[in-house]
């Protein structure tokens, strides 16, 4: 799985992830945790790998997404 956040993407801040399918996480969702989007094209396990993928790096990819969007 290939997790994205692009350089000229918009608000709220997310990433894509990629793999047979693709999703997309808001990583300021509800109470703070991440939240799913979207997803096409992906099985229910790719999302929940995805979704344990960014919340266990909850504390970085908001940060990342900041130093990218400045």
């Known amino acids: 799985m290939r ?3 692009f350089v000229d993407d918009h608000e709220p801040a997310h990433v894509h992830e990629f793999g047979d399918g ?4 808001n990583l300021r969702g509800s109470e703070a945790k991440p939240e799913l989007l979207s997803a096409a094209g992906m099985t ?6 995805a979704m344990r993928t960014v919340k266990a790096q909850q504390a970085m990819l908001p ?8």
């Open 3 to 5: 997790y994205v956040i």
């Open 22 to 25: 693709e999703a997309k996480t």
């Open 44 to 49: 229910r396990t790719d999302i929940r790998h």
């Open 63 to 70: 940060e990342r997404w900041n130093e990218i969007h400045e």
